[in-house]
């Protein structure tokens, strides 16, 4: 399961900005591994790197498929203890990106963080889970069949967080979404959860209109998503190297 602190990414994330700058005459070239799950032999969802690749030019990093199997296990096509699934399907190092595709799952999609790669054994549970459904050719339904959601949870993976911040008591005080700092990031203007893809200042007192074409926003209607702003773009490359040390060699 997801667990990571908030506030101390988005920290590691504005100092990453700060003190990591790649050349971006260099790409990054991600390996990509991909799993699909199923239930039986004649049902099955693939995902072609194609959205990936396109939504990620503009941060000079490109995925290659360097292996896929598929699995047929009812219980983790389901959902169902899919920490088991990771450690058994798991491959690569934590410069490869791991996809697993499962046919029902309790939410669109679901990542680990770079943070989470700091904890004993978690390289095995490193990846995103994505639902059938929101792949090309699926049923999910308006906006979710694109690949869009998983530009986002990919986005995740690098150590992007959500453009918005949630209102709610934290265990101490009342949180004010409309008062916070959503992805930590300056440019962002502060904005509450977002619904489908009208633009709208969902926060008048503050800076700015709804960022509803980001991709690491959560609208209802995902089909608005078109772009990634400049320091997430400078996050995805700068936390792919804090991910992965003195290991990359560019290409």
């Not at 690749?53 to 000079?60: E, M, V």
């Not at 059938?132 to 308006?142: F, Q």
């Not at 992007?160 to 209102?167: A, D, E, K, P, V």
């Amino acid at each position: 399961m997801l667990n990571f602190t908030e506030q101390k990414l988005r920290n590691s994330l504005q100092q990453l900005l700060k003190n990591l700058h790649p050349d971006a005459n260099e790409s990054i070239i991600v390996d990509v591994y991909m799993h699909m799950v199923a239930e039986s032999e004649t049902s099955a969802a693939y995902l072609s790197l194609a959205v990936l690749n396109t939504s990620y030019a503009q941060a000079g990093i490109a995925f290659h498929l360097k292996g896929s199997d598929w699995k047929i296990n009812s219980g983790w096509a389901k959902g169902i203890d899919y920490d088991s699934m990771k450690k058994s399907l798991h491959k690569g190092d934590k410069k490869s990106a791991n996809l697993y595709i499962v046919e029902k799952f309790e939410t669109y999609g679901l990542s680990t963080f770079p943070e989470d790669l700091s904890k004993p054994d978690e390289l095995l549970l490193d990846g995103c889970i994505l639902q059938a459904a929101t792949v090309p050719g699926g049923i999910a339904g308006l906006g979710y069949t694109e690949g869009i959601i998983a530009v986002h949870e990919v986005g995740h993976w690098f150590g992007l967080l959500h453009t918005y911040s949630f209102s709610g008591w934290n265990g101490r005080e009342w949180v004010d979404e409309c008062l916070a700092d959503g992805d930590g990031l300056a440019d962002t203007p502060v904005h509450t959860k977002n619904k489908g893809c009208k633009v709208k200042d969902s926060c008048p007192n503050q800076a700015g209109t709804d960022p509803i074409d980001d991709f690491m926003n959560l609208t209802s209607d995902p089909s608005a998503y078109a772009k990634f702003d400049a320091p997430e773009v400078a996050g995805d490359s700068s936390i792919f190297y804090e991910r992965v040390g003195n290991e990359y060699s560019h290409n």
